[in-house]
C-alpha cells in the first residue's frame, strides 16, 4: 500500500511539473508586470513556485495597426487604463496598448492621445473641450505635445483666434493661443512641480467644417536626452530640417482685416522660441527660404500687391528698424552671398536672404504683434502666410 501510494505521488508530481511548464509557455500576459530597466524583451529569473518564472518586458513604445503608436503593457494594465489593444509586443508577450482620452478626462499616463469626438470624422464643435495632464512621477519635467492632426478654424483677418483656439495652461512654460493648421507642429512645455497642465480646444458650434485633432502627449523625464532647453517652446534635431510658424500654409486667409483687405494666416500676439539642437561635429546654422514656395516669408507687407520679381526675393525683404511689429530674430547673422554680417538680427516683408549664425544655442525668436491694419506711417499688412524657413547645420 505504501509503495502504492509513493507512485501515486510521483504522477501527481509529474502532471504538477507539466502543468506548469505549459502554464509558463503559454504564460497569460494578465500576469506579466514591466520592468523599465529591461529592453531587451528576454525572460528574467524571477521564480514563481519552483517551475514557473514571471515574464518580463519594457514599458515602450510599439507600433499599431494604425496611425497611433501604442505602450507596450500587459493585458490587464491595459484594460485598467480603458486602452485598446492593437497587436503584441515583447516577442508576443506584452500587448500594445493605445490609450486614447476624449473631452473632460484626466490622465497620468504616459504616451496618451487627446482626440476630438467621434475622430476623425468632423467635429461639429460645443462646448470646450479640455483634457488635464498629471504627472506620472516626480521625476517628470516636461510635456511633450505633439499635434498629430490639427485643424481648427482660420484666425479672424487681424490673426486673433476668434472661432476656435487650442490653449495650454498651467505649465511653467507661456504657450501662445494657437488656432488654424498647424498638423505637424510639436511644443515642449515644462510642468510647473505637481502642478497638472490643461489643454483645452475651443470650437464654436456656429462655424461648421472639418475640424479635427488628435495630439499625442509624451510625458519626458528630468534626464530624458529629448528634453526641450528652457526658453524654447519648439524644439527641432537633427542637421536638417524645416521650421514653420504655426498655421503657415499657402493658401489665404479668407477673412478680411479690420482694413477690409485680404487678412493673415499669422497668429497675433506670438512671443516665443524655436531652438535646434547643435549635432556632433557642427558648429554653426543656416536658414533659408524653404524651397519653391514664394509664400515661404511673407512676414509683413502686401502679398497680393507683390509679383514673383518680389515674393521670396531679396528684393522683397526687410530688416533692423523697419521691422517693428512682426519678425523672426537670429541671432549674430552673417549674410551667406556676401559672408559679411548682416548688421542686424531683425528680419520680416515678403522675402529673406540666406543667413548664418554660429551663436550658441541655435535658436531663433518670433514675434508677432496685435494689429495687421494700417499705421500712421505704414500701410496694412495684406494676406500674410508667415514663415517656412529651411534650415542646414554646418560641420566644423
Known amino acids: 500500500m505504501t509503495e502504492k501510494l509513493f507512485w501515486i505521488f510521483i504522477a501527481t508530481f509529474l502532471v504538477a511539473v507539466a502543468s506548469f511548464t505549459v502554464y509558463e509557455d503559454n504564460f497569460d500576459d494578465d500576469t506579466y508586470d514591466v520592468d523599465d530597466n529591461n529592453n531587451n524583451g528576454e525572460r528574467q529569473g524571477k521564480i514563481l513556485f519552483p517551475f514557473v518564472s514571471i515574464v518580463r518586458f519594457a514599458n515602450v513604445d510599439c ?35 493605445i490609450v486614447s482620452r476624449a473631452c473632460g478626462t484626466a490622465t497620468n499616463v504616459n504616451n496618451t ?33 505633439d499635434l498629430l492632426d490639427m485643424v481648427l478654424a482660420q484666425p479672424n483677418g487681424d490673426g486673433v483666434c476668434a472661432t476656435d483656439a487650442l490653449t495650454i495652461t498651467g505649465g511653467n512654460t507661456i504657450v501662445p493661443i494657437l488656432c488654424g493648421d498647424n498638423t505637424g507642429q510639436t511644443l515642449f512645455v515644462d510642468f510647473n512641480g505637481n502642478a497638472a497642465i490643461t489643454i483645452s480646444v475651443t470650437a464654436t458650434l456656429a462655424t461648421t467644417f472639418t475640424r479635427r485633432w488628435n495630439i499625442r502627449l509624451t510625458q519626458l523625464g528630468c534626464d530624458c536626452p529629448g528634453l526641450a532647453p528652457n526658453g524654447c517652446l519648439q524644439y527641432y534635431t537633427g542637421v536638417m530640417g524645416t521650421i514653420r510658424s504655426f498655421n503657415y500654409g499657402t493658401a489665404a486667409n479668407t477673412a478680411l482685416s479690420g482694413s477690409l483687405v485680404t487678412g493673415t494666416r499669422q497668429l497675433a500676439n ?15 546654422i543656416q536658414y533659408s527660404q524653404a524651397a519653391n514656395d514664394v509664400f515661404s516669408f511673407t512676414v509683413t507687407g502686401d502679398v497680393e500687391g507683390a509679383d514673383n520679381t518680389v515674393l521670396g526675393t531679396a528684393v522683397g525683404a526687410v530688416n533692423g528698424a523697419a521691422c517693428t511689429t512682426d519678425f523672426v530674430v537670429i541671432p549674430n547673422p552673417i549674410v551667406v552671398g556676401t559672408n559679411l554680417g548682416a548688421g542686424t538680427d531683425r528680419f520680416c516683408g515678403l522675402g529673406f536672404v540666406p543667413v548664418q549664425s554660429g551663436a550658441k544655442p541655435f535658436v531663433l525668436y518670433v514675434v508677432t504683434d496685435a494689429n495687421e491694419g494700417a499705421t500712421a506711417i505704414t500701410p496694412p499688412d495684406i494676406a500674410n502666410r508667415g514663415f517656412s524657413l529651411a534650415y542646414t547645420q554646418i560641420a566644423c
Open 63 to 97: 507600433a499599431s495597426t494604425n496611425t497611433m503608436n501604442g505602450t507596450c503593457l500587459a493585458r490587464r494594465e491595459c484594460n485598467n487604463l480603458n486602452g485598446t489593444i492593437t497587436g503584441n509586443c515583447a516577442a508576443r508577450r506584452g500587448r500594445c496598448c
Open 270 to 284: 506670438l512671443n516665443y522660441g524655436i531652438c535646434i539642437r547643435m549635432e556632433a561635429g557642427f558648429c554653426a
Open 113 to 145: 492621445y487627446f482626440t476630438s469626438p467621434g475622430y476623425p470624422a468632423a467635429y461639429a464643435g460645443g462646448q470646450a473641450c479640455s483634457i488635464i495632464v498629471n504627472r506620472c512621477n516626480n521625476n517628470i519635467c516636461q510635456l511633450r505635445i
